[in-house]
């Protein structure tokens, strides 16, 4: 009995210890930010390493040379899901791994710019229809293969195969302006004419139409062709070299060679990297729940968190505290913002999945431009960013990521002023008619805007109180609903998007793509992305004079062009933008030779290297 | 025996059909689709509309039942909407046995924990140690799981270095014997954290089992024929007080099952826990499908043990 009660002991002193140390230190642990991936994918194409960038100073440590050798652990907050395979793919933690290991034949540099990867030069015809590639010589796959123009023109075959998309690809857009698409894709014919090889390493890619941004449409990942001809598309992404470790085959500086999944990827140096040897022998990727990355940062277990969620801005300041830890911030490739729902959809054309704006019905509760501009002057976005990002995000104006050259800061500012706003709605007649304390429509109607919000992200959700309060303040009246989840969200605003149940304004994010700042996909009258069912045709002519050839080979003629959609969209405001977050970055100081791009933390990896490597 | 066990087992067919009747019709009634959350403004809403065509999620709701309990029935619970085609069974089985030793290593502790203590506890109410656990029943119950983990993560793995804080296994390179070892060392804080609560219930159930069972006649007459404490408590009192234990343990072992995403989360040990939670909120039917209707099988067995332990604890319950 006597040993009994000490075994007893034993067990309950050390609860009772854990008791304290609760006390002390419950400070650090933030509950972690959702991550929201799934609603804002964008089309990062996980290019990395460019071929030009020799100038890499390796970090500030610049009196010591690289050294090889050495190993390096990333975290990652979430396991991917498993496809390893370019064509297939469809999120960042798979980006994550393919970024190391495969490659396309042109990557962007810090500017947004292409630049040559797998291609070494490209020349386009006079109309912009074709453009033609030089590759590198003498490149190899991961097992030996060489890699040539037919690796080229089989990727874009199978992307353009009328069995993609059934088999869950979703990347057909880089093949749908090529020659021949439809055709091909129809299965009316055997031979894919969009990309043709002209020699061993020479690949040429015909669009139908002159194409403003052919770089962009060439950049797709390529995959090998000597590993899946034999293989029907239907079975690719269930294939073994497209799920299993060690059978994932690519061109670039690490082989994916080993996993335990959902918890440790591993990365190893590929010897033979056309590109030059990598330094360091082996990078892994443990999945790291995001309330424990921070502390492994701190201990060295883990050496770095980049993309796509990083630090959370909650905890910058303690992370930079750390002796051992580099941190790097930048602006993300996106935006939140709120969006009024200017029209809605009628009842059949949304079941129908219809979109025809003659037949849209007009939301009179935001329908005035200036109760738009009114409302964008009364929320506090500095305070947004300040109060939820802890002032690691900025304020935005334009719709087009601030990283382009097409992104103008000239346009209507809207800062914070509810005296500025409160007068604008007397203005327009949107005053408190009955005296109940809130204002009314012009005609003296009650005047309550419906706003909704998603779960998912937690600093947007908190965003959606501190918005109502602010709209309250300048007496407009805001049903704030429950939050709903993310698939039935989405119902509500974007597919039945038919007054019922009724919103006026929405909260979302976007995450954009690096490739282009074309506008097309989400603020075209007719896009289903334009959740606003903004219907300007001003607009329109806009963006489509952006595209329109052959002035807009010229960027400046782009640029401007853009800078004009910028204005109208700033001015008829059919979404307030609420803020951009940025990217924090954190990498234990060992690791040097670091070099992001504006869209990845991985960029250049062979060039990495370790300080402290024997 | 042997024909009430069939008989049970036979019982498990129609309340298989019934449930997955309902489990299909909760999966479809929710809305949303797997393709509603993929926004991206580069694909084409044409492209998800064929993606829907092709899964067959436009078809009549009994034509998709159909085939859905037809594949099922053989066996082949389809492939997963969002894992980009990957068979739900290989989703399911690479993270089915994890999820049971996790589940096991929390019973053990919960046993090893909640029965002692109880008892003890029992035997000696109002003590100073009795309180105590009283207090650490309350406080088991009442930290949430994902505070009490990081806690024993912040105090165990990062400040002392006893334990891993997160995944399963070390490395791609551990074998063996090693393996185990590592693997068994990779549960034992997530095990804790998962059998906290149920430790914290049983030995409150325990102490009370106990002390009625204390307080009943035929404890009095045991003790009055002169029997030692010692039997008293491992001959009568035990067998009769765990009943009420093993009932509730057969509801436990589909719990357990059915894996902690809380935990798996924290711990990043990947289970059925959060398969399933990613699964609901991607609207991944064939698995919330197949994994409810797993659960559902477990937690009929589970039942199913249950009643037959009590024939073994208690010989006056016979079933023919």
């Given at each position: 009995m006597n040993k009994k009660f000490w075994y007893l002991l034993i067990v309950l002193t050390l609860f009772a210890f854990l008791l304290v140390a609760c006390?002390?230190?419950?400070g650090n642990e933030e509950p972690s930010d959702?991550?929201?991936?799934?609603?804002?994918?964008?089309?990062?194409?996980?290019?990395?390493?460019?071929?030009?960038?020799?100038?890499?100073?390796?970090?500030?440590?610049?009196?010591?040379?690289?050294?090889?050798?050495?190993?390096?652990?990333?975290?990652?907050?979430?396991?991917?899901?498993?496809?390893?395979?370019?064509?297939?793919?469809?999120?960042?933690?798979?980006?994550n791994i393919l970024s190391f290991t495969h490659e396309a034949l042109v990557s962007q540099n810090g500017s947004l710019?292409?630049?040559?990867?797998?291609?070494?030069?490209?020349?386009?015809?006079?109309?912009?229809?074709?453009?033609?590639?030089?590759?590198?010589?003498?490149?190899?796959?991961?097992?030996?293969?060489?890699?040539?123009?037919?690796?080229?023109?089989?990727?874009?075959?199978?992307?353009?195969?009328p069995g993609y998309t059934e088999a869950g690809g979703i990347r057909t857009e880089y093949v749908t302006p090529l020659v021949g698409y439809e055709e091909y894709v129809a299965g009316e014919t055997d031979e894919f004419q969009g990309v043709t090889a002209d020699d061993k390493y020479t690949v040429t890619f015909h669009f139908k139409e002159p194409n403003v941004n052919p770089l962009y449409y060439s950049s797709f990942t390529i995959i090998p062709k000597h590993i899946f001809e034999d293989i029907p598309v239907s079975e690719m992404p269930s294939h073994p070299a497209t799920l299993d470790a060690g059978e994932v085959i690519g061109t670039g500086p690490f082989v994916f060679s080993d996993m335990v999944e959902r918890e440790q990827y591993v990365l190893?140096?590929?010897?033979?990297?056309?590109?030059?040897?990598?330094?360091?022998?082996?990078?892994?990727?443990?999945?790291?729940?995001?309330?424990?990355?921070?502390?492994?940062?701190?201990?060295?277990?883990?050496?770095?968190?980049?993309?796509?969620?990083?630090?959370?801005?909650?905890?910058?300041?303690?992370?930079?505290?750390?002796?051992?830890?580099?941190?790097?911030?930048?602006?993300?490739?996106?935006?939140?913002?709120?969006?009024?729902?200017?029209?809605?959809?009628?009842t059949e054309d949304a079941e129908?999945?219809?979109?025809?704006?003659?037949?849209?019905?007009?939301?009179?509760?935001?329908?005035?431009?200036?109760?738009?501009?009114?409302?964008?002057?009364?929320?506090?976005?500095?305070?947004?960013?300040?109060?939820?990002?802890?002032?690691?995000?900025?304020?935005?104006?334009?719709?087009?990521?601030?990283?382009?050259?097409?992104?103008?800061?000239?346009?209507?500012?809207?800062?914070?002023?509810?005296?500025?706003?409160?007068?604008?709605?007397?203005?327009?007649?949107?005053?408190?008619?009955?005296?109940?304390?809130?204002?009314?429509?012009?005609?003296?109607?009650?005047?309550?805007l419906d706003l909704a919000y998603p779960t998912g992200n937690k600093i947007r959700e908190r965003s959606a109180p501190i918005i109502e309060e602010n709209l309250e303040e300048i007496g407009i009246n805001v049903n704030l609903g429950q939050?709903?989840?993310?698939?039935?969200?989405?119902?509500?605003?974007?597919?039945?998007?038919?007054?019922?149940?009724?919103?006026?304004?929405?909260?979302?994010?976007?995450?954009?793509g690096s490739g282009d700042p074309d506008p097309n996909g989400l603020w075209n009258i007719e896009a289903a992305y334009n959740i606003s069912r903004w219907n300007n045709p001003k607009s329109d002519e806009l963006i489509n004079k952006g595209l329109k050839t052959p002035e807009a080979f010229e960027q400046s003629f782009r640029e401007q062009v853009y800078a004009e959609w910028q204005n109208l969209y700033a001015t008829d405001l059919p979404a307030v933008l609420l803020y951009a977050q940025n990217k924090i970055y954190a990498y234990n100081e060992r690791l040097q030779g670091v070099d992001p791009l504006p869209y990845s933390f991985i960029n250049n990896p062979h060039l990495w290297w370790v300080n402290d490597a024997q | 025996m042997y024909k009430y066990i069939i008989r049970r087992i036979l019982i498990f067919v129609p309340m298989l059909f019934a449930l997955s009747v309902v489990v299909f019709?909760?999966?479809?009634?929710?809305?949303?689709?797997?393709?509603?959350?993929?926004?991206?403004?580069?694909?084409?809403?044409?492209?998800?509309?064929?993606?829907?065509?092709?899964?067959?999620?436009?078809?009549?709701?009994?034509?998709?039942?159909?085939?859905?309990?037809?594949?099922?029935?053989?066996?082949?619970?389809?492939?997963?909407?969002?894992?980009?085609?990957?068979?739900?069974?290989?989703?399911?089985?690479?993270?089915?046995?994890?999820?049971?030793?996790?589940?096991?290593?929390?019973?053990?502790?919960?046993?090893?924990?909640?029965?002692?203590?109880?008892?003890?506890?029992?035997?000696n109410p109002y003590s100073w140690l009795d309180y105590f656990a009283t207090g650490f029943g309350f406080f088991g119950l009442a930290i949430p799981n994902f505070f009490f983990g990081l806690l024993a993560i912040y105090f165990f793995s990062i400040k002392m270095g006893w334990f891993p804080s997160q995944g399963t296994i070390s490395g791609t390179d551990v074998a063996g014997m090693q393996e185990f070892f590592d693997r068994l060392h990779h549960m034992i804080l997530p095990g804790i954290t998962l059998g906290l609560a149920g430790t914290a219930t049983y030995m409150r159930y325990m102490r009370s089992e106990v002390l009625d069972v204390l307080g009943s006649d035929y404890i009095r007459t045991a003790k009055a024929k002169g029997m030692t404490n010692r039997n008293v408590l491992y001959k009568h009192t035990l067998r009769n007080a765990l009943i009420p234990i093993i009932t509730l343990m057969g509801f436990e072992f589909g719990v357990l099952i059915s894996g902690a995403v809380i935990t798996e989360r924290v711990f990043n040990y990947p289970g059925l826990g959060t398969l399933f939670l990613q699964g609901v909120i991607n609207r991944d039917y064939p698995i919330?499908?197949?994994?409810?209707?797993?659960?559902?099988?477990?937690?009929?067995?589970?039942?199913?043990?249950?009643?037959?332990?009590?024939?073994?604890?208690?010989p006056r319950i016979r079933y023919d």
């Open positions: 006390n002390s230190d419950s959702e991550d929201d991936q799934t609603e804002e994918p964008s089309d990062e194409d996980s290019d990395d390493g460019g071929e030009d960038s020799g100038e890499d100073d390796g970090g500030e440590t610049a009196s010591d040379e690289p050294k090889s050798g050495g190993e390096l652990v990333g975290a990652m907050d979430t396991a991917p899901a498993g496809v390893y395979n370019p064509i297939f793919y469809s999120e960042a933690y798979e980006a710019e292409f630049i040559p990867q797998l291609a070494k030069e490209w020349k386009t015809n006079e109309d912009q229809t074709a453009i033609t590639f030089q590759l590198e010589e003498g490149v190899k796959w991961h097992d030996g293969e060489e890699f040539t123009a037919e690796d080229v023109v089989f990727t874009y075959q199978t992307i353009a195969d190893t140096r590929n010897d033979d990297y056309w590109n030059g040897k990598p330094y360091l022998d082996k990078i892994t990727w443990k999945v790291v729940d995001q309330s424990v990355i921070t502390s492994l940062l701190e201990t060295g277990e883990i050496d770095f968190v980049a993309d796509p969620n990083g630090v959370p801005a909650a905890d910058y300041d303690m992370v930079a505290g750390y002796d051992n830890i580099e941190m790097m911030e930048q602006t993300d490739f996106g935006y939140q913002l709120m969006g009024f729902k200017l029209n809605y959809r009628t129908s999945g219809t979109i025809n704006p003659d037949n849209w019905i007009e939301n009179p509760d935001v329908a005035d431009q200036q109760v738009r501009q009114a409302i964008a002057y009364a929320i506090n976005r500095p305070g947004l960013v300040q109060g939820l990002l802890h002032g690691h995000g900025s304020v935005i104006n334009a719709p087009i990521a601030q990283q382009f050259w097409a992104y103008t800061e000239d346009v209507p500012q809207y800062e914070y002023n509810p005296d500025t706003a409160a007068q604008m709605l007397d203005e327009a007649g949107y005053v408190d008619a009955d005296g109940d304390g809130w204002r009314d429509t012009p005609e003296g109607e009650e005047w309550i939050a709903s989840e993310f698939s039935a969200y989405i119902e509500d605003i974007m597919t039945n998007d038919d007054q019922n149940p009724e919103v006026d304004l929405y909260l979302l994010g976007w995450s954009l | 019709a909760l999966a479809k009634a929710a809305p949303g689709d797997p393709f509603t959350t993929m926004l991206d403004p580069n694909v084409d809403p044409e492209v998800y509309e064929e993606r829907r065509e092709a899964e067959g999620l436009n078809d009549p709701l009994p034509v998709q039942y159909y085939h859905w309990i037809w594949s099922t029935v053989q066996g082949d619970f389809g492939e997963s909407l969002i894992y980009n085609g990957r068979p739900v069974l290989d989703l399911i089985s690479a993270r089915f046995l994890n999820t049971i030793y996790l589940g096991l290593v929390a019973l053990f502790f919960t046993i090893i924990v909640a029965i002692p203590i109880g008892i003890y506890s029992a035997r919330v499908m197949a994994l409810a209707l797993i659960f559902g099988v477990f937690i009929l067995v589970g039942n199913l043990l249950a009643d037959i332990f009590y024939s073994v604890v208690d």
